[in-house]
């Protein structure tokens, strides 16, 4: 079985008590091979109300001008990723951030003209993820793709959802864990407890319901298509202690599939 390991880290739970990096390298150390994607939405929306770009949401989906997609890229593969390769490194953590857009990682086309630069994954290339891993690095994620029209690239960058890009990653790579590190304890259901287990069938009738709805969405659909592909898929609250460490075990969290 493969000891690969995809962890989404939300921008909202680093930085406080948590130790998600620190279990990255811990994990790294016990001969696992983690991956980490990372969003920034917070950051990104910092950034554009610095610039007076306004911003707006369809469908969970931040609708993406030209100038939105200038902050996007710069604050996601440029500030977020390398604080997340030097947070790495502090801990003994061998990290090299890419986007999508390196070594053909992702392809992507566009979902639909009203939401602009925002693009759907066609296709996940392994090789430059298996690449680093056989040497040893943590590859950091962040999630812009490369559009494709057909066979050919056309140098147009792709704004992707970072909890899509983890799970087609961790689909992919057929990775034994996908995790996501968010700010709850896990999916709540009707009545407001946290689940342990989520299945697909659940899954659709709480999104029916409006139980499952914003954020969670992407991330209830990202674990749904990883657990197809054979991957253990987790919910867990990122902002806890050790909380990388104790999803895997399946000791904490939601596990979706
Ligand atoms: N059923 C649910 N259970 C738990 N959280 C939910 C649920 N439905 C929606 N959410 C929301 O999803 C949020 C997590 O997604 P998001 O805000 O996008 O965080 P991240 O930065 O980790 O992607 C939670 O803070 C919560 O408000
Ligand atoms: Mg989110």
Redesign the pocket.
């Known amino acids: 079985m493969s000891d690969t390991l995809v962890v989404k880290i939300?921008?909202?739970?680093l930085g406080g008590g948590d130790t998600a990096l620190e279990d990255v390298v811990a994990l790294q150390r016990r001969g696992l091979r983690p991956v980490v994607v990372h969003?920034g939405?917070a950051l990104i929306s910092e950034w554009l109300k610095l610039h007076n770009v306004p911003t707006r949401f369809e469908r969970g989906l931040r609708v993406t001008d030209e100038r939105t997609l200038e902050v996007v890229v710069a604050v996601l593969a440029g500030l977020v990723n390398k604080r997340l390769v030097a947070a790495l490194s502090v801990g003994g953590g061998r990290a090299v951030g890419l986007s999508g857009a390196d070594g053909g990682l992702l392809k992507a086309r566009r979902v639909d003209e009203p939401l602009g630069f925002v693009g759907e994954i066609t296709e996940v290339d392994t090789r430059p993820l298996l690449d680093l891993l056989e040497d040893g690095f943590v590859p950091v994620l962040a999630p812009i793709a490369a559009e494709w029209r057909g066979e050919a690239p056309s140098g147009q960058l792709l704004n992707i959802n970072a909890?899509t890009a983890a799970g087609a990653v961790a689909a992919a790579l057929a990775a034994r864990w996908l995790v996501?590190l968010?700010?709850?304890p896990g999916?709540?259901d009707e009545s407001g407890e946290t689940m342990r287990v989520l299945t697909a069938a659940r899954a659709g009738e709480?999104r029916e319901a409006g139980?499952?709805?914003?954020?969670?969405i992407p991330?209830v659909e990202a674990c749904l298509r990883a657990a197809d592909a054979g991957c253990r898929s987790v919910i867990a609250d990122g902002r806890r202690a050790g909380a990388l460490l104790e999803a895997i075990e399946e000791k904490t969290g939601t596990v979706v599939g």
């Open positions: 939300g921008g909202s739970t969003g939405g909890d996501f968010t700010d709850v999916i709540r709480l139980v499952i709805e914003g954020g969670m991330k």
